[in-house]
Structures are given as C-alpha cells and as structure tokens.
C-alpha cells in the first residue's frame, strides 16, 4: 500500500480511492451510463458492444484480466472479435480523450490541481511487442525485457486520476532492422523517436492547449526534471508552479556569479561568448550543499501516514543558481530532505516558485507524488493494467484509454455517493 499524503499544513490533504472487489454488480445500471457517454465516439453497435465488455471485464473479479479470459467471461463475447476490436478497429481516440477530460473536470477539478509525470515498466516476454526491449523496469528496480509507459495524473482535494498515456519506444525501433517489427506492430508511418521528457512534454502541451483541466503544480522525477526542454515547457505555463527531481551531483551557485564577454575568431568570423569571472568560485553539487547545511536550517516535517506509522523527514529550502554547460542558468528553490535516524539519505528537488513560497508548501508537494504511484497500483492490482497481451501500437494505446476511463469511474461513483457509500465496490462483467 502506498503511504496516503495526509499533510494538512499545506494547500489540501488529497483523499483515498478506496476499492474492494467482494461487492460485485452495485453499479452495473451507473456503469451503463458512463459508457453510453461515448457511444457516438464508435461508428457501429460492434465495437460499443466490445468497448463495454472489455472495460466491465477490468472491473470484475476475474483473476486474469487479459483478452481470452475477459471473453470467455463475458456472455455472447467472443476472443477474436474483442482482439480485432482492441488492436485494428479505428477508434475515436481523441473524441474520448477530450470527452474523459470534461468528465474529470468536473468531478476533481480544482485551480490548485497538480499534473505529475511518472512511467511505469510492464515485462514482457519475447521481442514482438511494440517497443518492447532490454531496458530499466522501475517496477522491478532492474533491466529487463520490457515495455515502458510515460503517464500524466491528476490530483487534487477531490481524489485523482490518469489524464494521458504514451508508450515510450526506444530508439533502436526506428532502425531498418525494426522495419518489418514497427510494421507488424502498426506503429505509425509518421512516429519518430521521442525521449520520455518529450513525450511529457506533449502531454502537458495538450492538457494546456485543450483548457480543459485546471492546474497550478506540475510535479515529476529526475528523469523528467533533468530534461531543459521539460522545465522550459513547464516554465511557459502562465502561473504553473513546477517542483522536479535532480540528482545529487547537479551544479549550482549559492549566488549568481559574475560573467564577462569575450570575443574570439572561428572560421574567418569573429563571435562572442559568455564566460565567468577569474574571480568567480566553481559551482558545487547539491549533496556538498546538503551535507555542509547546519542544522539550525533544517524543519522536521511528517509528510504521509504509511501502513507502519507516520513518515517523517527534515527539510531545508535554499536559492540557488543551476549550472548549465559551466555558465549560469535558471535561478530556482533547491528543497531538500533528508530521513532521519542511521544512514542518513538525501533526496533533492528544483522549482521555479517565486521567493515568497514557504517551506510547507514544498513540503506538501513532495507528498502529493503518491497519488500516481496509487494510481498504478490500483489500475495493476484492480483492473488489470498489466495484464494485457496485445502485441500492436494501437491495442497498447487502447488498452491504457480504458484502464484510465474505468479507474476514474470507480472515483465517479465514490463522489456520487460519498465516502461512507462506496468503501467497497466492483464491476461485474
């Protein structure tokens, strides 16, 4: 179970998703109307059919939720109609996306929302599957055969929700050795290699562009944070508060240093260049920044409640100026916090908050992460999101638009009916 961020001494504590599966077949009449808000997103009976079939099996008990199972569990279903519907019928995607959109506006909407970034790995055996390859698997914490998938969530004082999925493929699958692969997987003529940054970043361009989904922070790891056209695609955001992972060994100043310019010839042209003072120090990594802190400047601050108890760490803010190819570069609030007890641990933090923002609201954010890491472990251990078998690009992309829509209808039915109503609850298929 995921430590619940229940920090109250800042913006909004963020509520449970809590999901039982014992209580099968309550909503079924519900189910039915949420799906019918995408009927005119298919053009025939066919594939509605499927689409209801297919999310009600992710809802139901069953213990394999792959396509077979689901079928077989389903009356009048067949295998190899649902397989065709999930991998080569042509579906409406961005009808449904921009209509799910509206539909989690309205219930979780929220001008203090936070966007979060984050991928999670799905093993994966043999070499068939679209993008899949030998890369880290943050599931497992190790390399392995795998593919990977870059997610937007979104939280808020009202609970939280996927928003937008994109399969992350390396770059090796654009080589004429991939040829044949990409197009037994049906990957797009037009798809070219995107960085998981890249692939954040068109997420969160859209969410912008489509104005639909209200939000102040946007959160994410090292990954994504160590990445200048992410933070430079955050930072365009009107007054978007952006709060992102670096590694320890990131470069910075503690004041901004002096530069001069200095002119010098290359190829017959005379050019210029921006260079540091003599007198200038050389800049220092965040963990000498860390652990030269007295600790006069660091605040003890529990952030989440975990299954063993309350989870507390000590905090510390500091302004600092990031180093970029040895010049200055962006001026940020470096937040870090460090475990408490032996074996002291640091983690470490940028955000472009103006200078007013106070330490707890850092400290708040730095807990909002888990609604993500909740958000995988319920779509994984309730409705299958790892199950699946689809070897082609659209089943891949399909399959995630489902497990999105049916995890956010089981929030639809907790807020409709209040906390005390739904504790426990599933879909049958």
């Not at 210029?272 to 965040?286: G, N």
Request: glycine residues 8%.
């Amino acid at each position: 179970m995921i430590p619940e961020n229940r920090v109250y001494d800042g913006s909004f504590p963020i509520p449970k998703l809590l999901i039982d599966k014992e209580d099968i077949g309550r909503f079924m009449e519900e189910f039915r109307g949420f799906h019918a808000q995408f009927a005119d997103c298919f053009s025939r009976e066919e594939p509605r059919e499927n689409f209801y079939q297919y999310m009600a099996g992710q809802m139901s008990q069953l213990e394999r939720k792959s396509i077979e199972p689901i079928a077989l569990n389903v009356e009048s279903a067949k295998v190899r109609a649902m397989q065709h519907f999930l991998s080569d019928i042509a579906w409406e995607e961005e009808r449904i996306l921009s209509r799910y959109h509206g539909m989690v506006s309205e219930d979780l909407g929220d001008s203090e929302g936070v966007l979060i970034f984050d991928e999670s790995g799905f093993v994966k055996k043999g070499n068939e599957s679209v993008g899949v390859s030998r890369q880290y698997c943050g599931n497992i914490g190790k390399v392995e055969n795998c593919q990977v998938g870059v997610y937007a969530a979104y939280a808020t004082r009202h609970g939280y929700a996927f928003l937008d999925s994109r399969l992350f493929i390396p770059e090796k699958w654009f080589g004429e050795d991939y040829a044949e692969r990409r197009g037994k997987c049906r990957l797009p003529a037009d798809c070219s290699f995107r960085t998981k940054p890249q692939l954040a970043v068109e997420m969160l361009e859209r969410i912008v562009s489509e104005g639909v989904i209200p939000f102040r922070y946007v959160m994410a790891d090292t990954v994504y944070g160590s990445s200048p056209e992410f933070l430079d695609a955050a930072d365009k955001v009107p007054g978007v508060t952006y709060l992102v992972s670096l590694p320890r060994d990131t470069l910075c100043w503690l004041q901004e240093p002096a530069t001069l310019e200095k002119t010098y010839r290359y190829g017959g042209e005379q050019r210029r260049k921006r260079i540091l003072a003599e007198t200038e120090k050389k800049p220092v990594t965040f963990e000498k920044i860390a652990r030269g802190t007295n600790d006069y400047f660091w605040y003890r601050r529990t952030v989440s409640e975990g299954t063993k108890g309350p989870m507390t760490y000590e905090f510390m803010k500091k302004r600092v100026v990031l180093c970029k190819d040895g010049q200055p570069d962006r001026i940020v609030w470096l937040i870090v916090r460090r475990s408490l007890g032996e074996g002291t641990t640091y983690s470490y933090v940028i955000s472009n908050a103006g200078r007013s923002v106070r330490l707890k609201t850092f400290v708040w954010l730095s807990g909002v992460r888990w609604a993500i890491e909740q958000c995988f472990e319920e779509a994984k251990s309730n409705l299958g999101m790892d199950h699946y078998e689809v070897r082609k690009f659209p089943g891949w992309r399909h399959h995630m638009l489902t497990c999105m829509l049916a995890h956010f209808f089981l929030w639809h039915m907790r807020i409709r009916l209040g906390e005390k109503s739904t504790s426990h609850y599933a879909v049958a298929a």
